[in-house]
Nanobody, 127 residues
């Protein structure tokens, strides 16, 4: 069964760090895949944060998180991580793991290009 399950969300003060995890079922990462993190706040569109190919190559980052967030895969390639440092209040939101069954493309930030989504995990950053 194709499934993505996020964990690791929580509350942190501005300047702090969190690491999110996403367990990916074999049905999804078998073959080529683009694995991504998105986030959403109430009333806003879901926005891309970062993405990586399931071969561990081709990291992509949205401008607001460049230099602060790092996307990575576990060696077994069935867990996706998002290390978040120097968190800011504007990073608050529900973070979603997503997967597309092709390597990341130039339009990796387009949420409609992803076939599978997790249920989301809340990240709250306070000032």
């Amino acid at each position: 069964q194709a499934q993505l399950v996020e964990s690791g969300g929580g509350s942190v003060q501005a300047g702090g760090s969190l690491t999110l995890s996403c367990a990916i079922s074999r049905a999804i990462y078998y073959g080529n895949a683009c694995l991504a993190w998105f986030r959403q706040t109430p009333g806003q569109d879901r926005e891309a944060v970062a993405a990586i190919n399931n071969d561990g190559r081709s990291e992509n980052y949205a401008d607001p998180v460049q230099g602060r967030f790092t996307v990575s895969l576990a060696n077994a390639k069935n867990t996706l991580y998002l290390q978040m440092h120097n968190l800011q209040v504007e990073d608050t939101g529900i973070y979603y793991c997503a997967a597309a069954q092709h390597f990341c493309r130039a339009n990796w930030q387009n949420r409609y290009g992803y076939n599978y989504w997790g249920q989301g995990t809340q990240v709250t950053v306070s000032s």
